[in-house]
Every structure is written in structure tokens, then in C-alpha cells.
């Protein structure tokens, strides 16, 4: 299992931690947050991190402050934390011993395409691009409903139990369980317009409160700037930077999403769904979706992926 270590300190800059992995291990640590288990000047009051952290508080306590924003830790708390992003600890550190969860770290390498598996829902969720790409805002809060809790905890513990008991295949096991971990998270972020417009991003949460809207209808991007009540071209340069995606590919995204289901939970015949999420050419319906998942609509029924 990697480790971290200081990576610079610059006056009065908050210092820098960075990962370090062992050769030939998993690109994933993880450790256990047990307030009352840490010592006082650990770990330092402001600090930044050059790698990606994802952490759950199976009960709360204390308080964390992750750009900008200052969060009571709650019981069920899931915080994602992007490289870049400065944390801290609140003034009364005596509340962090009633805190007990997981912190899971790794480097932004391991979301990328080129890793096996892909991650690709999980990496084009809107919500979650910030934590991802580590750009600006990239802290978060997410919480885990309370019938969802045990579950959470059973996958922090056995992925911290691969990476202790380090058996054969361990390093296979421990990014299964962290692909897990990604897949919840993404489950649990679910209300991309609610949450955009926590996170001050009104003019975000109006672009995909559109496309959620009217994704099943002929739109352009050029309908979606005229609701939201901007030039086409600023809104193509806002989604994009704060995205990585075009508007255009956002409204793919959202109905292959729904293509998805309809292939999954109902028998209706392809050339339907088309018609259903706005594709008045089933054939082209079909391209669409083979590009984004290597299959025809037809395959990906029968594998039942």
C-alpha cells in the first residue's frame, strides 16, 4: 500500500502532502479516521494534497473546511476531496474524537481511460468531473442514507483488509473494491440540479435542469442557451471548462442513460426507445450507442451488462 509524505513547504503556505506508491502494489491507500486515536498536531490545521481522497464518516464529529466551505462531519458524511484543495480542521479539535470512518487515497492516474475498466460512468458524472479533473470546487459533500450505512462500512473495512493482509491477488481486490466505492458514489449523487445549485453554480444547474426536461425532444444547443438566456458560444465555453464536455454530449450522455434502463427494465423494441429519447432515426439512435458502449442496443440487452 502507498504512502503519503510532505512534498514542500513555502512560508506561510499550507504544506503540500503528495502519494507514494509501492512498487507493484495497488494505487490505493486507505486509513482509518479514529479522532480519538489522533495525535494533536496531526494532521496539520490547513494542508493541500496532490492526490485524490474519498471519505466517509460512519459517525460524526468535528468539523472540516475543503475550499472555502466549513462542514460539520455528520454520520454518513462522504467527502471528496480533489488535489489542490486546502483542509482543514476546525478550532475545537477535542469534537474530532467522537469522528470514526475511512480516508481513501490515490492519484488521479487511476481515473483515467487508460486504466482497466474505464470508470467511464463514474469520470462523466457531472457532479463528480470537479474531483476528478482536481479543477476549482473540487470538494464535496455527499451523504449515505442511513439504510445504506452498514453497506459503506463493509466495503471501507474490506478494503482496508486487502491492502493489510496483502494475499495473493490483493492488488486486483483492492481496486474491485475501490471501483465499488466510485460506483456508489456516483449512485449517491444523483440530484445534479439540487446539488449544482449548493455549490453556486446556478448557471450549470439551469443548463442540465434543461436537458433533464427536454432531452426526449429535438433540442440544440442553441434552444438550451435561449432557456438558460445566453449566447451559444459563452454557454459552450462555461460547460466545457467547468465540465470537460459540450452541452451536446451532456444531452447524449443523458439519453443513453435512459436508453440504458429501457434496454434493461422493459421489452420495448429499439426502433421505440429511439423515438423515446429524441432520436427520430433509430438507425442513428443505434450508432450513438454503439459508439458509447462498444455494443448495439440489441448486444448490450442480451449480455445483460
Not at 482496508?160 to 458514489?185: F, I, K, M, P, Q
Not at 425532444?217 to 459540450?246: N, P
Request: some cysteine; overall charge positive.
Amino acid at each position: 500500500m502507498g504512502g503519503t509524505r510532505l512534498l514542500t513547504k513555502r512560508g506561510s503556505e499550507p504544506p503540500i502532502y503528495t502519494y507514494e506508491q509501492v512498487p507493484g502494489g495497488p494505487p490505493v491507500g486507505i486509513v482509518r479516521l479514529r479522532g480519538r486515536e489522533t495525535p494533536a498536531p496531526e494532521p496539520p490545521p490547513d494542508h493541500a494534497l496532490d492526490f485524490l481522497v474519498l471519505a466517509y464518516f460512519a459517525h460524526g464529529g468535528g468539523d472540516l473546511s475543503l475550499h472555502g466551505h466549513r462542514w460539520q462531519i455528520r454520520s454518513g458524511d462522504v467527502y471528496l476531496v480533489a488535489p489542490g484543495e486546502v483542509v482543514g480542521v476546525g478550532g475545537d479539535r477535542t469534537a474530532l474524537t467522537a469522528a470514526d470512518g475511512w480516508g481513501v487515497y490515490f492519484p488521479p492516474e487511476v481515473l483515467t481511460p487508460k486504466t482497466p475498466g474505464g470508470l467511464e460512468s463514474w469520470r462523466a458524472h457531472p457532479l463528480l468531473f470537479p474531483f476528478v479533473r482536481g479543477v476549482a470546487g473540487g470538494a464535496q459533500r455527499l451523504s449515505v442514507p442511513v439504510g445504506e450505512r452498514p453497506a459503506w462500512s463493509e466495503r471501507m473495512t474490506a478494503l482496508e483488509d486487502e491492502l493489510e493482509r496483502r494475499r495473493d491477488g490483493y492488488r486486483e481486490a483492492a481496486l474491485a473494491h475501490l471501483t465499488l466505492l466510485l460506483v456508489a458514489v456516483s449512485r449517491l449523487a444523483a440530484d445534479v440540479v439540487g446539488d449544482l445549485r449548493l455549490r453556486r453554480e446556478p448557471l450549470l444547474a439551469d443548463v442540465f435542469d434543461v436537458i433533464e426536461r427536454r432531452y426526449r425532444e429535438q433540442i440544440s444547443l442553441k434552444d438550451v442557451a435561449g432557456d438558460v438566456g445566453v449566447s451559444a458560444g459563452h454557454l459552450t465555453t462555461v460547460v466545457r471548462r467547468k465540465t470537460g464536455r459540450t452541452v451536446g454530449a451532456w444531452v447524449t450522455e443523458r439519453r443513453m442513460a435512459e436508453a440504458r434502463m429501457l434496454l434493461a427494465r422493459t421489452g420495448l423494441p429499439v426502433n421505440d426507445i429511439a423515438r423515446r429519447i429524441g432520436y427520430d432515426d433509430p438507425a442513428y439512435f443505434a450508432r450513438c450507442f454503439r459508439r458509447a458502449h462498444g455494443v448495439p442496443p440489441l448486444a448490450w440487452r442480451r449480455a445483460g451488462v
